[in-house]
């Protein structure tokens, strides 16, 4: 079986600014991040598309120990957000001060702003990337 869509195309599609996914042509499902197979039906017809980068907030978590070469940016928030396309994604929320947010954040509208890089640790490969959202009005 071959990848529709690695790992490493998807983190470098996020550094331009794009979440990339897996449609199901079986049952329409999207699937983010890549896989082999739908996670819904299992099937491997998947077609890579571009998502919209936005959606709602379902769960946060302020972050106050940083794991490495993250050190300077503690405390931050982690977000999973829900897209408008269906699947849950991690990101981070900017916009917000850590020490200032609470449970009303969830149930609340973001969009993907851009990515943020980090530089990878010990076990990665090398750069990654996760999506930085913003609160909308």
Excluded: H
């Excluded at 946060?60 to 269906?86: F, H, S």
């Excluded at 850590?98 to 973001?110: D, N, Q």
């Amino acid at each position: 079986m071959q990848y529709k869509l690695t790992f490493k195309d998807y983190n470098e599609a996020l550094k331009q600014n794009k979440i990339l996914g897996l449609k199901c042509g079986s049952c329409g499902n999207v699937n983010v991040p890549p896989c082999v197979v739908c996670c819904k039906c299992g099937s491997s017809e998947l077609d890579t598309c571009e998502l919209k980068g936005s959606g709602t907030i379902q769960t946060y978590t302020v972050i106050k120990v940083a794991p490495e070469n993250r050190e300077p940016e503690v405390p931050y928030i982690i977000v999973l957000v829900e897209l408008e396309e269906g699947p849950w994604i991690m990101g981070n929320l900017g916009g917000v001060k850590p020490e200032e947010v609470t449970m009303a954040v969830m149930g609340k509208k973001v969009t993907m702003e851009k990515a943020s890089v980090y530089a990878g640790d010990k076990y990665s490969w090398g750069d990654l990337a996760r999506p930085l959202f913003t609160l909308l009005n």
